[in-house]
């Protein structure tokens, strides 16, 4: 084999490698933008016009895998720590239940979990105009665990999904001005969700006497499609279109009780269940502008299709044990600014903000995943080390404002028999990731 076939042997390998690692953490939605640490610099503006200036950029957009001289790998790793410390929670049964208070654990602490996302990107040139490239990611994910004690368990205990997001994609140059791009989504989603019941209130007429806890498991492969445009007006200036379709899911698995007498035990068997999740569509616009040869400014604007998640619907072999939590959220807008300097031809910094719109309303918002506007504040740093290799780094915060869930029982819908249900988030996010990029 000869050395070029090698390093494309091995570049392919770490690109589909990269996302086993994997692990979920809060996010806006259930979203991980975390996918370039490049772009994480400057809060992601002008990474769909490939404003980051590596491959990386092909997971906004796969048109901009045309501005990639020659073959080009990159790696990515983005250590996210979250912070989602629940105050004040209360809770107590519906009105027409007595309306006593739901006993537990009302400071279940931090509620999020600490994460490390990696994504790998690989780009071989077939020649000046034509690009394969194929990447590994995980772009949807989210864990929040209260623990089987805390006062609102029969509304949520876990929730747990993790996706891996292969795509091979394509790009090709039209003419110097514009250059088209697309991929295939091949995608795996993993979920797991855990709740209680009043088995007391519901099957023996005391409530609070029995909780049944229910453990629903299930994954599934999904498919999709990637496609974008890259037009460059002047030398200076780049746009970039782009729009992620989205993946349907039906997962598959089972669900089992813990909790119940042993006497009562053969009441709840374990059985089959399935859940629909439908990850929703992304439309974006970016802009790249070099105003010399040090600096640039940026800008991006991506729209999210989370309408679609209108409930989460967990669907039994026995449908009396069915289970449906309404979420009704909505569209949002992500807007990012930033800009790039170069201090040398070797080392460059980047900066960049974004307001990233929560989908929730407070009257829908659940426990499960208690969703709020987020504010981005980025820095990151590129140095060329050698010739072929380029190593990146950055730190973003993330304000998130204080927040709050008010559910309220009265035994009609889907929440029924839950109980009424309110408490404060506080709740912050920093993130710090590194990348190599190795061009041959």
């Not at 973003?396 to 309220?408: A, D, G, K, R, Y």
Request: cysteine-free; glycine content about 10%; proline content about 3%.
């Amino acid at each position: 084999m000869t050395l070029k076939a090698r390093l494309l042997t091995a570049a392919a390998t770490i690109a589909v490698a990269a996302p086993l690692a994997t692990s979920s953490a809060l996010a806006a939605g259930f979203a991980l933008k975390e996918q370039s640490v490049s772009g994480q610099g400057t809060a992601y503006a002008g990474v769909t016009a490939g404003g980051n200036g590596d491959a990386s950029a092909m997971f906004y957009n796969p048109a901009t895998m045309g501005l990639i001289s020659g073959n080009q790998v990159v790696q990515t790793a983005s250590g996210i720590m979250v912070k989602a410390k629940v105050e004040n929670a209360r809770a107590t049964r519906a009105t027409r239940l007595g309306g006593s208070s739901i006993t537990g654990n009302a400071s279940p602490g931090d509620i999020g979990q600490d994460a490390i996302v990696p994504a790998g990107y690989f780009v071989y040139s077939v020649n000046d105009d034509l690009k394969l490239g194929l990447s590994a990611n995980g772009p949807w994910g989210l864990v929040t665990d209260y623990g089987n004690n805390w006062i609102g368990r029969y509304h949520g205990i876990r929730s747990d999904l993790k996706t891996y997001n292969f795509t091979p994609s394509v790009s090709y140059r039209i003419n110097p001005m514009f250059t088209i791009g697309g991929g295939v989504q091949v995608q795996y989603a993993k979920a797991k969700l855990s709740q209680a019941s009043d088995f007391g209130a519901s099957r023996l007429g005391r409530p609070g006497t029995l909780d049944v806890i229910s453990d629903v498991t299930g994954d599934d492969w999904g498919w999709g499609y990637t496609l974008g445009a890259l037009i460059q007006p002047t030398k200076d200036t780049r746009i970039g279109l782009a729009f992620r379709s989205a993946v349907k899911h039906s997962l598959t698995g089972t669900v089992s009780f813990t909790g119940l007498p042993a006497s009562l035990a053969s009441a709840l068997p374990t059985q089959a269940a399935n859940a629909e999740l439908i990850t929703p569509e992304i439309a974006s616009i970016g802009l790249y502008h070099e105003i010399n040869d040090r600096w640039a400014v940026m800008a991006d604007a991506q729209w999210t299709n989370w309408s679609r998640f209108k409930e989460l619907r967990v669907n039994v072999a026995n449908s009396a044990l069915n289970s449906v939590t309404e979420e009704k959220w909505k569209d949002t807008w992500y807007f990012a600014l930033g800009t790039s300097y170069k201090i040398t031809d070797d080392l460059t910094l980047r900066g960049g903000v974004a307001f990233d719109k929560g989908s929730v309303d407070i009257e829908t918002r659940t426990p499960r995943i208690p969703e709020q506007n987020r504010y981005w504040l980025s820095v990151g740093a590129g140095y060329r080390l050698t010739e072929s290799l380029y190593v990146d780094a950055a730190y973003s915060h993330v304000f998130i404002p204080s927040t709050s869930i008010h559910l309220t029982d009265n035994l009609t819908g889907a929440g029924a028999g839950r109980g009424n249900l309110s408490a404060d988030y506080k709740s912050g996010i920093d993130i710090i990731g590194v990348q190599a990029r190795l061009s041959f």
